[in-house]
């Protein structure tokens, strides 16, 4: 059936359009290619698009995230994130797996889209039936007082939740935890609402407070400290960055000592690492391989060669 009518998003994230097929069904296109096929009934595509925003902000909200927080993992700018959740634009079509499994929500669920359930046989108790999440097969560590599920913004104020630890043997697919996490490697994302110990993290990691892992092959965002590997994407922390090389930028409180940095390099004190493909902006003394970017330090700057401009109290050539 030809399409009836075609609506293309004219931000540069949005490279999808959606198509009418007829008056109750839609498709998701990438290309010529169709990604994604719902039912609108009587609504219209931009009222679906207005869903989806809403829909954006409000598991954000839920999973206590900043919109900040939620670029990082998705390694686009805030401005993006704020235009999806005013329903300006929508995201890439790539991204959108990214966010349902950042959420723990299914497709069907980020698209407002209810799915038939098939009667059930036997009857779910009321505790199971009403858990904030969708049943996504990832790893979920809560708290419940009596018959009330704690959620991550009341942990620290609970005695018990303090001296709580999700513990976790064997290869996992994705863990949310309302504290600390401790497992071995993760195929997905790892998000806690205290520390986080564990190997290889084939995602995103994000903690309440430290972060001690492994390699790392998405972003990391700390409260505190990062301690950890190589990490293909970019690196956020409250306070202090000690990891291998990092492919990404690179944000911290305090110190950084690392490798090889592929993106720019901002810290509140001192920087140790190898060469920088980006600029560098820290409060005390940079000491680090060669820079291909401008240098800011509030101390003294000893490294190879710098692409850009310095500003520092002395420079020290190696």
Same mark, same amino acid.
């Given at each position: ?183 071995? &490697? =993760?195929?997905?994302? !790892?998000?806690?609402?205290?520390? *986080?110990?564990?190997? #290889? $993290?084939? @995602? +995103?990691?994000? %903690? /309440? ?5 492994? &390699? =790392?092959?998405?972003? !990391?965002?700390?409260?505190?400290? *990062?301690?950890?590997? #190589? $990490?293909? @994407? +970019?690196?956020? %922390? /409250? ?5 291998? &090389?990092?492919?990404?930028? !690179?944000?911290?409180?305090?110190? *950084?000592?690392?490798? #090889? $940095?592929? @993106?720019?390099?901002?810290? /509140? ?5 190898? &060469?920088?493909?980006?600029? !560098?902006?820290?409060?005390?003394? *940079?000491?680090?391989? #060669?820079?291909? @970017?401008?240098?800011?330090? /509030? ?20």
């Amino acid at each position: 059936m030809k399409a009836r009518k075609s609506l293309k998003m004219g931000d540069p994230t949005c490279s999808w359009k959606g198509v009418f097929v007829d008056s109750t069904t839609a498709r998701l296109l990438f290309g010529k290619e169709c990604i994604y096929t719902f039912y609108v009934a009587t609504k219209k595509l931009e009222e679906k698009e207005m869903d989806l925003g809403n829909k954006i902000a409000t598991y954000r909200k839920e999973k206590n995230m900043t919109q900040e927080q939620l670029a990082v993992l998705l390694n686009v700018s805030n401005q993006a994130v704020s235009k999806w959740e005013a329903s300006q634009c929508c995201p890439d079509v790539t991204l959108l797996p990214q966010l349902a499994d950042i959420f723990g929500v299914t497709m069907d669920a980020l698209f407002g889209r209810a799915v038939a359930q098939p009667p059930q046989v036997v009857a779910v108790p009321r505790e199971k039936s009403t858990l904030p999440w969708e049943d996504d097969g990832a790893l979920h560590a809560v708290l419940y007082v009596g018959h009330t599920l704690i959620g991550e913004n009341d942990v620290d104020g609970k005695e018990a939740a303090s001296r709580i630890t999700f513990e976790y043997e064997g290869p996992a697919l994705n863990v949310y935890s309302a504290f600390s996490v401790e497992c071995e &490697d =993760v195929e997905g994302n !790892v998000a806690a609402g205290t520390n *986080v110990d564990c190997g #290889d $993290v084939e @995602g +995103n990691v994000v %903690a /309440g407070t430290n972060v001690d892992c492994s &390699d =790392v092959e998405g972003n !990391v965002v700390a409260g505190t400290e *990062v301690s950890c590997g #190589d $990490v293909e @994407g +970019n690196v956020t %922390a /409250g306070t202090c960055v000690s990891c291998g &090389d990092i492919e990404g930028a !690179v944000e911290a409180g305090t110190d *950084v000592n690392c490798g #090889d $940095v592929e @993106g720019d390099t901002k810290c /509140g004190g001192s920087l140790n690492c190898g &060469d920088i493909n980006g600029d !560098v902006e820290c409060s005390m003394n *940079v000491n680090c391989g #060669d820079i291909e @970017g401008d240098v800011s330090a /509030g101390m003294n700057v000893t490294c190879g060669d710098i692409d850009g401009n310095v500003s520092a109290t002395a420079v020290i050539r190696q």
